[in-house]
């Protein structure tokens, strides 16, 4: 249906129904996880919120969902929520009963990877991260597993711009096993490339980003255009959601 469509009928809100607008207001607008259960008690959902009542509040309606979220809503009969200290905190809870329950709408049930810490160190051409998988004193997160593959893929792409007349298939070995304990970045020669790192890293801050476009516009050429473009496009995505939550979270 167009976006300018009028609606002949109101939006299913099913929710609402079921729990009532007042139980949507008196959700906390704290960090914590929820879970939804189905009739027979079945947990069906786990996930995390910056704000519990603002994200909860996003499924109050179907509009606008994706097929698996309206699914969800129409076979939920029961939201429990637990209120937590910090957004940390609910991401651990989080992934540790994804793992241990395995509700089949997280992900269409597949297990969900435990967060990750960084413990980076600053040098004067690159910076040294090891992941972790419990916080730690001079460690920042916790991340998604994830934020490890986009590490790397950050990292070859910094490659690129610190040695303009190299190619994609001279990229490092280092830099192509998204999956090791261990990231070594490369930093362009300039003031500003640290700070716009750790900003990205910690805070998913985008104008790391848009430097990164800038400086590789020149080389979006043949095969180098195709890796670049690939590499720019997933991080991009993560990082505009992440730091999308976090500016509305």
């Not at 167009?2 to 609606?7: A, E, H, I, M, S």
């Not at 590789?216 to 670049?228: E, K, Q, T, V």
């Amino acid at each position: 249906m167009p976006p300018t469509q009028l609606r002949l009928l109101p939006a299913p809100q099913p929710l609402v129904e079921r729990l009532g607008v007042e139980w949507f207001r008196s959700v906390p607008d704290q960090p914590g996880v929820y879970r939804f259960f189905d009739e027979n008690g079945t947990l069906l959902y786990v996930g995390k919120a910056r704000s519990l009542r603002q994200r909860l509040s996003s499924y109050r309606r179907t509009q606008g969902q994706n097929h698996r979220i309206t699914r969800l809503i129409h076979a939920t009969q029961r939201i429990e929520w637990q209120a937590m200290a910090d957004e940390s905190s609910a991401l651990l809870f989080e992934a540790e009963s994804i793992l241990r329950d395995q509700p089949r709408f997280n992900r269409a049930g597949r297990w969900r990877p435990p967060p990750l810490w960084a413990r980076c160190s600053s040098h004067t051409d690159h910076i040294q991260i090891q992941w972790i998988s419990e916080s730690a004193e001079g460690s920042s997160g916790p991340f998604p597993s994830a934020r490890r593959g986009d590490v790397h893929r950050v990292g070859a792409l910094l490659w690129l711009i610190a040695h303009p007349e190299a190619t994609v298939s001279e990229l490092p070995h280092s830099l192509s096993n998204p999956r090791s304990n261990e990231s070594i970045v490369p930093l362009p020669f300039g003031p500003g490339w640290p700070e716009m790192f750790e900003d990205w890293l910690v805070c998913q801050k985008p104008a790391l980003l848009w430097e990164i476009a800038f400086s590789l516009d020149p080389r979006m050429l043949g095969f180098n255009a195709a890796f670049i473009r690939d590499a720019w496009e997933r991080v991009a995505f993560r990082t505009l959601k992440g730091f999308e939550s976090l500016a509305t979270g």
